[in-house]
């Protein structure tokens, strides 16, 4: 049986880890190492934005390490990626620069949405307990170093996902001289965390009932939870029991306790101090620990791809519906998207041959279809700039900062003038196959949205079909659709220009 040794490596904000993995078509994957360094780089980082030379120097050497031990196994795939600590900081590419010149390792910056996503998936990939604990209201926590990131669910789908600068290391940093002054360190992280939970509750919560909290990451069950369990489930009596066991003691004598370093103890008193206030908002029976991070989902990223995994739970949906979930939040026209997707995915799928794009940029065409609407929320004068700025805004849980400008810059486009490359580069440097894809993607929404106009959706069906290098597109309508066809002549011209084809209509009926 052919075995694919993979490592996946996070560099987080207080500690270095690395994972190794075996695929198989067979098997599926498993864990086979765990190597972790305690590293704490978020200080430095958090409050001034930059990070010291001799924990730059550390993170090379720990990198080092990590490239003779997938030797060792005989890895020949990996991914590294940082979050928080790196998205904070002045210069990252200045020190992702040398630590590739100085370990030959390329470590990615993850968006907060990206790395949520992934976390999510290392939380999927354990199917059965995934499956079941969505059926009620559920919200997964994870609880990061520099960032808080919280997913509701609701019947099997993804309702919003919102990240908070409420890390462990962040409060730890930003009160750690208020603690040497209150002997209640539990209850000024509680006042410090609370008024962004009370805005979080008015804005996403509303009359939703969350019963189970699903806990991303290990920190959890590798110190205060660290007895084993069957299933990983914490009641909310049982929290609540070891809660007051822990939050009243001191960070030495956690150290002490639990044989970990002081640094790391120090943040298990803001990581249950925010559960138990997430359990109090949600009034959540109960709290699953999987004891999964970041560095599963990595891997079952990788499987996915690779096709060593086939996941039953459909993780492109979830993008969809957070889309929509957005596109709902500004009161955009349901049934205008609904007959504009169906228009523009219509044509995208019958040129494949033409515009060389695949499945990524198929769900980026729906994403920007459900947001095309969107600045009217802000100004009926003003769409497409105020749709792009919602969209640069707003985290899109599975995408990346590249693929949100991508999708928002087609949005702008679809009813501004199309700037070429020219002249938008070096304001922004945009990659060229960035821009490219902008325009195609741009040039088929354009004529999407043109063919509902009235918004009227009084084209019922259409085919397309491409031969040699035209495409034919057969409408069939009832209705009187000259406004449509009328306003299309401006977009056709462009969509021309993009893919080199010419861009007939037909009608199939007649009024």
Same mark, same amino acid.
């Given at each position: ?26 098997? =599926? ?14 200080? =430095? ?21 990590? /490239? ?23 210069? &990252? ?16 910056? @993850? ?29 997964? @926590? ?58 979080? /509750? ?24 660290? $007895? ?33 370093? &002081? ?9 249950? %101090? ?64 609904? =007959? ?95 821009? @490219? ?37 057969? %409408? ?7 406004? $449509? ?24 009926? /007649?009024?």
């Amino acid at each position: 049986m052919a075995v694919t040794t993979f490592a996946a490596i996070d560099i987080s904000s207080y500690e270095i880890t690395m994972k190794i993995f075996e695929f198989s078509k067979k098997g =599926g994957f498993r864990t086979v190492d765990d190597i972790r360094y305690r590293l704490n780089l978020g200080v =430095g980082v958090y409050s001034g934005g930059t990070m010291e030379v001799d924990k730059v120097d550390t993170i090379c050497e720990v990198l080092n390490d990590f /490239k003779r031990i997938m030797a060792e196994y005989g890895v020949k795939d990996y991914r590294a990626c940082t979050t928080s600590v790196f998205r904070e900081m002045k210069n &990252p590419l200045i020190i992702i620069e040398q630590i590739f010149r100085r370990t030959g390792i390329h470590v990615e910056v @993850l968006s907060n949405a990206e790395q949520h996503f992934l976390g999510y998936k290392s939380i999927a990939a354990i199917e059965n307990g995934f499956k079941k604990m969505i059926q009620k209201g559920t919200a997964i @926590l994870d609880v990061g170093g520099g960032n808080l990131q919280i997913s509701l669910f609701d019947k099997d789908a993804l309702v919003t996902t919102q990240s908070l600068k409420m890390g462990s290391v962040r409060i730890r940093q930003r009160l750690k001289e208020l603690e040497k002054t209150n002997t209640n360190y539990a209850q000024l992280v509680e006042e410090f965390i609370r008024n962004d939970l009370t805005g979080f /509750k008015r804005l996403y919560l509303k009359d939703r009932e969350i019963k189970n909290l699903i806990l991303m990451g290990d920190f959890l069950t590798e110190t205060i939870f660290r $007895e084993e369990r069957q299933d990983n489930i914490i009641t909310r009596a049982e929290f609540e029991k070891r809660y007051e066991n822990t939050v009243y003691k001191t960070e030495t004598s956690l150290s002490e306790e639990m044989d970990i370093d &002081p640094e790391y103890a120090a943040l298990i008193v803001p990581t249950m %101090v925010i559960c138990k206030d997430f359990m109090d908002l949600f009034n959540a029976e109960a709290l699953w620990m999987p004891g999964v991070s970041l560095l599963d989902g990595i891997a079952y990223d990788f499987g996915e791809k690779k096709n060593f995994i086939k996941s039953a739970h459909n993780f492109e949906n979830d993008i969809l519906v957070a889309a929509r979930n957005i596109a709902k939040r500004y009161s955009t026209g349901k049934d205008h998207i609904k =007959g504009t997707t169906d228009l523009a995915l219509a044509i995208f799928d019958s040129m494949k041959k033409v515009h060389g794009m695949g499945d990524r940029e198929r769900l980026l065409l729906q994403i920007a279809v459900q947001l095309h609407d969107c600045g009217k929320y802000i100004s009926m004068g003003d769409v497409a700039e105020c749709s792009y700025q919602i969209i640069m805004a707003t985290e899109i849980i599975g995408l990346s900062t590249e693929e949100r400008q991508i999708i928002a810059n087609a949005v702008r486009y679809n009813t501004t003038e199309f700037v070429y490359y020219s002249e938008i580069a070096g304001e922004v440097g945009m990659d060229r196959s960035v821009y @490219l894809l902008i325009a195609k993607l741009t040039a088929i929404l354009r004529i999407a949205n043109a063919m509902d106009r009235s918004h009227y959706q009084k084209v019922k069906n259409m085919k397309a079909m491409l031969k040699d290098r035209t495409l034919l597109l057969t %409408v069939d309508s009832e209705q009187d659709i000259s406004l $449509e066809l009328g306003l299309l002549m401006d977009k056709v011209e462009f969509f021309e220009e993009v893919f080199g084809i010419r861009l007939v209509f037909r009608r199939k009926r /007649k009024v």
